[in-house]
């Protein structure tokens, strides 16, 4: 009896030792521990079901019921002060981590944005503007949905003329159109102003026509000159100008006879192909040259329309398609490029 009551006594004081051997242990660690999921590993290894206090805590059945108050009273001090530890160190591992934020290299360069650009067509209509600017023409600007009389009307094209056949038009209503071509801006600009007159006017224009050389909606500008004394030389001379600086001097190009109601006489302008050089493709329909403009001298009629006197003024007009002038200028084959959106086209210019 006096032996196993020393026997249980060794046992109590083993067992305490155990305890305050662990918790010193696990003090340590708790207090060193640097990541969240470290720290949950020595949770489960001291106080998850099976961790090591648990099972110390187990054998307290083994213990007199007189001596399990006393080991369990310092095994549950053990073990809140346990919780507590690892607590705290939740904490600072927590708070550990934002400093780390905070040690941003501010002076780094920031990342940069991608950044976009003008569409090839508005990169054009830039240049063309420019070109003219310097020869003294300025820039003017109007509506896309156009009053029947200023698309056709008062540019010589009366309703039962056959030249309305030319234009396969988008119409609003019987008297409202959606332009189909930026020569309307000639008599808007006219009707204001009397000469002398110099203008260009950028801007969309609707066809209803769509293949690899034909978009609905496409770009033209529109080029007018009225003074005393303008001649056919002048057309001729500005418009090479025009063309030597945007495609260079040795660029083939020709004029060709051709009709419009409110020009005359009146020429197209052609460029030798520079998708194939001149010996026939697709984009020049097999015959080496792609028109970009027609022109002329502007008809009498449509002077009386906007009250010029035409027997002191004369002048000529010129009206450019943007998309074709861009393609020639980068050697775009496909005209519906310029409306697909796609970042590897756009992003070449
Ligand atoms: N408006 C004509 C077209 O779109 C071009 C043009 C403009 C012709 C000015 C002569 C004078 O085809």
Redesign the pocket.
Known sequence: MSMDSRADQSDVHALQEQILELEKRALDELNSVRDLSRLEDLRIAYLGKKGLLTSIMKQLGNLAPEERPIVGRVANRVKSSLLEALEKAKERISSAEEPELEALDVTLPGREPPRGHLHPITQVQGEICKIFGRMGFRVVDGPDVELDYYNFEALNIPKDHPARDMQDTFYISENIVLRT?T?PMEVRVMEKQTPPVSIIAPGKVYRRDSDVSHTPMFH?V?GLLVDKGVTFGDLKGTLTSFVHQMFGRETGMRFRPSF?P??EP?VELDIRCVICGGTGCRTCSFTGWIEIL???MTDPEVYRFVGYDPEIYSGF???MGIERVTMLKHGIDDIQLFFKNDMRFSMQF
Do not use: C, I, L, R
């Open positions: 071509h020569s033209q529109e419009f409110f020009t009146s027609g022109a002329g007009a010129f009206g």
